[in-house]
């Protein structure tokens, strides 16, 4: 499975746009890009995923670059309620299949 | 549907006794898998199946044991608990039909161990 490089953490206000980059330089053809999003106390959620360009959901959009060895998560006008903890995944079966997760990144929202 | 079913929600057990996490799912999903998420940390895979009758190792197998009779249903098994087992545990599943592992996770909500 690719590395894959976040940052420990990030502090934002509410209203405002974050994005959270991840860095993948050694992401293999057959790899795919996922990330979850996990409140205190409950499991990880599924957030997004992408293999190239741009992809957009009801929750957030993904950014990925023609050379593919990075990513950025976009939370559009984020809320208190954002507050949680991002991992990033790369891999050719980051839905299932052996999937790790690394540290991820905290994200804060202040008001 | 329930989605992905943990129990219980919390345990305490002293050193040396064993239990079962239970964990099942009504998605039909043939990828099942078992994390521990210790305090500020990330998850690491302990154990995870591809289907019924079919188990592998992860990153943290020690101590753990796993089966997988049925497609809904894979507990996990601490054999003889220690303090170092003391940890959230989360059951997830996913499609991963025909080979098809980029299918989302879903996730439990977790069982809170305390070994003392």
């Known amino acids: 499975l690719a590395k894959t490089t976040q940052p420990i953490s990030m502090d934002s206000y509410e209203g405002q746009e974050v994005n959270i980059t991840c860095s993948h330089n050694n992401i293999a053809t057959n790899d795919y890009i996922t990330w979850y999003q996990q409140f205190p106390s409950q499991g990880p959620r599924f957030i997004i995923q992408?293999?190239?360009t741009k992809v957009t959901n009801e929750v957030a959009s993904l950014f990925i670059p023609a050379d593919r060895k990075s990513s950025t998560l976009s939370l559009p006008r984020v809320s208190l309620s954002d507050t949680a903890v991002y991992y990033c995944?790369?891999?050719?079966?980051?839905?299932?299949?052996?999937?790790?997760f690394g540290a991820g990144t905290r994200l804060f929202v202040k008001a | 549907n329930a989605g992905v079913t943990q129990t219980p929600k919390f345990q305490v057990l002293k050193t040396g006794q064993s239990m079962t996490l239970q964990c099942a799912q009504d998605?039909?999903?043939?990828?099942m898998s078992w994390y521990r998420q210790d305090p500020g940390m990330g998850l690491r895979l302990i154990h995870y199946?591809?289907?019924?009758?079919?188990?592998d190792q992860g990153e943290v197998p020690n101590g753990y044991n796993v089966s997988r009779s049925t497609t809904e249903d894979f507990p996990l098994r601490l054999l003889s608990a220690a303090p170092s087992q003391t940890s959230v545990y989360f059951c997830?599943?996913?499609?991963?039909?025909?080979?098809?592992?980029?299918?989302?996770?879903?996730f439990g909500n977790g069982t809170r161990l305390t070994v003392t």
């Open positions: 998605m039909n999903h043939e990828y």
């Open positions: 995944l790369v891999g050719p079966n980051t839905g299932g299949f052996k999937t790790i």
């Open positions: 997830a599943s996913s499609r991963g039909d025909r080979g098809n592992f980029n299918s989302p996770l879903h």
């Open positions: 992408g293999y190239k």
């Open positions: 199946s591809v289907g019924a009758g079919i188990t």
